[in-house]
């Protein structure tokens, strides 16, 4: 089976890496001539508009999947009159669409923060009105790693928010003090089976994530209010493929922040647990396989390689059992270059090698 993926970045690179053992074969589609993937599979620069592209990309594929949510709808659906292109549009059309997203959200019942459109400067007081001070102002497109967004501590700095932001239509949100934040990630195959990972803890600074650590001593209540909020999400949007919905916890609720129609970051842990990774899974969905273990063998963590990377060595050096994922990519501030992956027989020697390499990488 070969597979076509929009964008050529590390989710693009990860997806081929776990699916060439199945025998899979993988042609991607990025602007960037550099793009990461382009070092594992076949790469075709060009852009997602330009369908001469999509039809050189698109020939002698099976299936279409995206690692990249920001790919114009218009694109999957282009390519949706050709081959199967999954996740479908809808789901690509609702998750790069804060309103959309906070919409669906809103019609499934599941609980967000309090959040009010923001199309004109003049929405700025009656979104304040609803949300309340501080809040977040966020660009309704394009937003990614903590990019497009603006926490305003007075209707001043709201207004500033605005034009900081481009007078672009925007979403205030309340700014939750959550206790965590936790996401799932999970997976639907065609049929509607679904197959979901343990809640995971996040830690991120300046809106990139740090660190990721699946839950150990899952509280099964909460397990189960996430795996219910992302399988009505997934079971709205006939979704096929891996989903990740993010969640602030808040007074002991589960406030969904966002979701990503792809495979996730706060899922890389899945590579070295023991389970079938999310990528994998993915792909089993997408190609009508059945979906694998999400139960993982092993408790473990996950850092991120912000930035900059140490050396190979020195991280293997300071701890032989990590795992390293590098991407491949050019060291530049706040990109995201690599993972480390640890897992640990015990809580006590998870911590300290977690806390060893973070103090390693720099977070
Ligand atoms: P997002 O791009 O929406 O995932 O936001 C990036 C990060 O900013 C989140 O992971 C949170 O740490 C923080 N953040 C975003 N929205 C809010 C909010 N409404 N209240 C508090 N923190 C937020």
Redesign the pocket.
Known sequence: MKIGVLGAGQLGRMLALAGYPLGFQFRFLDHNPAACAGQVGELIVGEFNDYRALDRFVDGLDVVTYEFENVPVEAAQYLSSKLPVLPGAQALATAQDRAAEKSCFKELGIPT?LNHNVNDESDISKALGVTGLPA?F?TRRH??D?KG?LVAHSEAEALQAWEKLGRVPLIC????P?ER?LSMVAARQITGECVFYPLTENW?TE?ILRKSVPQTNINLDLQSRAESKIRSVMDHLGYVGVMAL?F?LHKGRLLA??MAPRVHNSGHWTMDAGCVSQFENHLRAIAGLPLGSTQPLSISAMINLIGHAPEVDSILRAEPTARVHLYGKDPKPGRKLGHINITAPGLESLKRKTERLSKLVGG
């Not at 949100?173 to 939750?176: A, F």
């Open positions: 923060p977040v966020k937003g990614y903590g967004q949100e309340q700014h939750v959550f934040e991120h809106g993010e602030f922040n966002e």
